[in-house]
């Protein structure tokens, strides 16, 4: 602090005004209100983004301090301390130790809860002697003081010579007084409080030296950290590694000494700055709400009952949505198509249009479940349904969140891998997304309804079972145990990045933010729309595409030969048209392709007809049923009894029915298995951030529908 | 009495308190968990109570420097007790 710099400049402005908009990064515990603040403080002005190589998002937004000043806020992931335990937590250390970097912020602020000061107060002390500026925000004052927490602002200031801020983010208490100190105070410097030891001087002035560091607690986290820190070159980490060895740096014991250490400072400085007088009361209500959701027989009814509530909004709520969303689209294309003609019109309208509606119609479903997940977050709950949940789902490799992911599955994947969100560690998280697919969704009722009518018939026992209805759920009970056993198997076969720990704050119960609730459903749809939405588009005109054209004049000879047959039979208008969409189908792209698959399905006991569908149905399941309507020329109506009657026609080349038990149940356990969805392969490469967990997914799926499949068809022939 | 039997034995952690009952950590058994156990405020001299039991008995919840904490068996058991 000896250089002397031109002063005027650096007390007139703030420091990063040089560079643009300042940066400031918020960074405190789990649970201390940062999502609030960060809510607060930026409102609707969020953007997603991604740190390299992790799952989190990085979530970004502006906030106008004053008419003329704006900055920039980044949410970091919720940490317990500087020394990250999680692959997510590392995001912290690569932006606060690379002074260089692009986002080094200029100024952080620390939530800290002030109910809980000791614990949170452990970080804030680890990032004082950073130096980076910082402003403590006192959050949750109002719990504290009701718990009869009376902390002593001034002292606290004093001491750790920053802005203290008492607030209450969830109500918007103090976040006036911050954005005046953050205007104003960028550059204030915490109070040291760890001095690095004597013994340690060699190493730390060694990197200090290389790196051009000076300071001293930078230093000394570079060799705890020099294996993760992702700045660093490969001579850089292999400098540090030899250090290390050669002074004999003992990392796990040096951080348990500086941990104590800094306890002991804390103690102190609390010992005159926070009195207690505890009042009993509030405690008790989450402890006795505890008994009750938490309870052997209560708790897991209970659980079950929020369950229901959740699958039955994605499943039947969000229907009327998903309805009006459907409809206004085929609306829309049927203005388009009356007033405009042409082959671009057609691939704007059934390509494109249809495409962005396929889009669109996951939309409700995400904004609602999403709505559920976030009030059983905020209030707490969540953490109850880990807590109860983790000895069954660990045994199987997932985590006790699994459970949402896995229900919604029901109802569809997209937002259930979208759900797997809250899960922190990274093996369980991926595990969770890999297997939720095989979860029958509601794309797969459709093909199931119409297999089960075509070949299991309606015979009622006892009087209200009815047999088609047990083998529907028999269905559904196949897909979860194939879920839980390819956990199990992932389990063992993927080799874990971070230790498995469940030491978490079980937080007190609160109600819930409903502009938290609100802005996560916005960003969760957005997120969707703009990441998956792009791929799930391409991939469906791509698709329209091959089923629209065919090579030559092939379009124009299958129109020819269906009108020549239609005269011979005495055909209708709209049964020659069904039978020209058929002619065409057969002739497309797709239908070349479906005639090229058919050696490789025929073992299943499916000709090159289910070969198309198994085509076009691969963007969506339930495209199935449609692509079995053309080809068939049963027409448009989709309607389950003509379709089946058709169907039920259908003769093989011996003339015998070609649907027949074995092949229906092979096709029901093909789609069972198969990853015949390109929104969810989209959601999952935008979740993984990686190509490769959709592929394997795709490749472990179809291997899977492929196998048992062709033991249901022998089985049964 | 008491205490000198608990000497014997003198192998007690977190996983053998009952609920409602409390103790003093001794020291951390791992040294990988013990850091995450101290950075959550569970340090040798602190007081800790078992506050419940998952359902299936896995995991707890215990209360410590006022708040409360859940962890599993096997991380419970490297938290040793006076």
């Known amino acids: 602090m000896t250089v002397v710099a031109s002063p005027e400049v650096k007390e007139n402005q703030p420091v990063a005004a040089a560079r643009g908009m300042a940066r400031v990064a918020l960074v405190g515990n789990p649970n201390s209100g940062k999502t609030s603040l960060f809510n607060q403080l930026t409102g609707l002005n969020q953007k997603v983004g991604n740190f390299p190589g992790v799952t989190v998002d990085k979530k970004t937004g502006s906030c106008h301090l004053s008419a003329t000043q704006k900055v920039q806020i980044i949410d970091l992931p919720g940490t317990y301390s500087l020394y990250p335990k999680s692959l997510d937590e590392r995001v912290i250390i690569d932006l606060l ?33 950073l130096k980076i500026p910082a402003i403590l925000a006192l959050n949750m004052i109002d719990v504290a003081e009701q718990e009869g927490v009376k902390i002593d602002i001034p002292a606290l200031h004093k001491a750790l010579g920053v802005p203290v801020i008492p607030m209450n983010a969830r109500k918007g208490v103090g976040i006036a007084a911050l954005k005046i100190l953050m205007s104003q105070q960028l550059d204030t410097i915490p109070t040291p409080v ?26 000394l986290h570079y060799a705890h950290q020099y294996k993760s820190l992702k700045f660093l070159s490969a001579e850089d980490v292999a400098f540090i590694g030899e250090l290390v060895q050669v002074h004999g740096f003992k990392s796990n014991t040096l951080q348990a000494e500086e941990t104590i250490a800094r306890y002991t400072y804390i103690n102190e400085l609390l010992l005159d700055a926070v009195k207690v007088e505890r009042v009993e009361k509030e405690e008790k209500f989450s402890n006795r709400l505890d008994q009750v959701l938490t309870h052997k027989i209560y708790g897991y009814l209970i659980f079950l009952g929020v369950l229901f509530l959740v699958f039955q909004a994605i ?45 669109l119609v996951f939309v409700p479903q995400i904004a609602i479940l999403f709505a559920f997940i976030a009030i059983l977050e905020e209030t707490g709950y969540m953490a109850r349904v880990t807590f109860m949940m983790d000895k069954i789902m660990r045994k199987f490799g997932l985590n006790g969140k699994s459970v949402v992911p896995l229900i919604s ?42 297999l089960i009518a075509l070949v299991v018939p309606e015979t009622y026992y006892f009087g209200f079972l009815n047999l088609q209805g047990l083998v529907l759920m028999a269905l559904y009970l196949i897909g979860f145990i194939a879920a839980i056993l390819s956990a199990w198997l992932l389990k063992v076969v993927l080799k874990a990045r971070e230790r498995s720990y469940f030491i978490m704050e079980l937080p007190v119960y609160k109600m819930p933010r409903w502009k938290n609730v609100g802005l996560t459903m916005v960003e969760k749809s957005k997120t969707f729309l703009f990441e998956a939405g792009k791929v799930i588009v ?50 497309s792209y797709a239908g070349i392709i479906g005639r090229s698959i058919e050696p490789a399905i025929e073992p299943l006991g499916y000709d090159w007809k289910i070969g198309i569908a198994l085509i076009t149905s691969f963007a969506a399941r339930e495209v199935f049923v449609g692509t079995m309507s053309t080809i068939y020329s049963i027409g448009e109506e989709e309607n ?15 003339g015998e029915p070609f649907f027949t038990p074995a092949r229906s149940f092979s096709l029901m356990i093909f789609y069972l298995f198969a990853m015949q969805c390109v929104s969810t392969l989209a959601i999952v490469r935008r979740e993984t951030k990686s190509w490769m967990w959709p592929m394997a997914q ?8 492929y196998i048992f499949a062709l033991i249901t068809f022998r089985a049964f022939s | 009495m008491q205490n000198r039997v608990e000497e014997h034995i003198d192998k007690k952690s977190v996983r053998d308190l ?65």
Request: negative net charge; aromatic residues 6%.
């Open chain 1, 97 to 129: 130790y690379d002074k260089k970097g692009a986002s080094y912020p200029d100024l952080v602020i620390v939530t800290a809860d002030a109910s809980n000061l000791k614990r949170n107060l452990l970080l804030f002390t680890q990032l004082a002697d």
């Open chain 1, 194 to 219: 760890y001095s690095v030891p004597e013994s340690l001087k060699p190493v730390v002035e060694s990197i200090k030296s290389r790196f051009g560091i000076s300071n001293n607690y930078l230093a």
């Open chain 1, 315 to 359: 499943f039947t709520w969000a229907s009327y949505p998903m309805d009006l969303i459907d409809e206004g689209v085929a609306a829309l294309n049927g203005l388009i198509q009356e007033n405009f003609s042409g082959p671009l019109i057609n691939l704007l309208t059934e390509g494109v249009i249809a495409g962005l509606g396929g889009v």
């Open chain 1, 409 to 450: 599955g029901v109802a569809c994947a997209v937002p259930a891998v979208m759900s797997a969100r809250t899960i922190e560690n990274w093996k369980d998280r991926m595990i969770t997304i890999f297997v939720t697919p095989l979860m029958s969704c509601s794309a797969r009722i459709p093909v199931y309804t119409v």
């Open chain 1, 538 to 587: 391409a991939i469906s005109v791509i698709l329209w595409v091959l089923a629209s054209y065919g090579p030559g004049d092939n379009f124009e000879r299958a129109e020819q030969q269906a009108i020549a047959e239609a005269a011979e039979l005495n055909l209708s208008q709209t049964e020659l048209d069904n039978l020209i969409s058929s002619h065409q189908l057969e002739q």
């Open chain 1, 640 to 654: 389950v009894t003509t379709i089946k009657e058709k169907l039920l026609t259908v003769t093989d080349k011996q």
């Open chain 1, 698 to 705: 795709m490749v472990y799926m179809s291997g899977l529908a």
């Open chain 2, 18 to 82: 009952k609920i409602g009952e409390t103790g003093v950590i001794c020291c951390l058994k791992d040294p990988d968990m013990g850091l995450k156990l101290l950075e959550m405020g569970c340090l040798p001299g602190t007081e800790v109570k078992l506050n419940s039991r998952a359902p299936l008995g896995d995991p707890i919840t215990i209360i410590v420097n006022d708040y409360t904490l859940s962890l599993r068996l096997d991380e419970a058991e490297t938290i040793m007790l006076k």
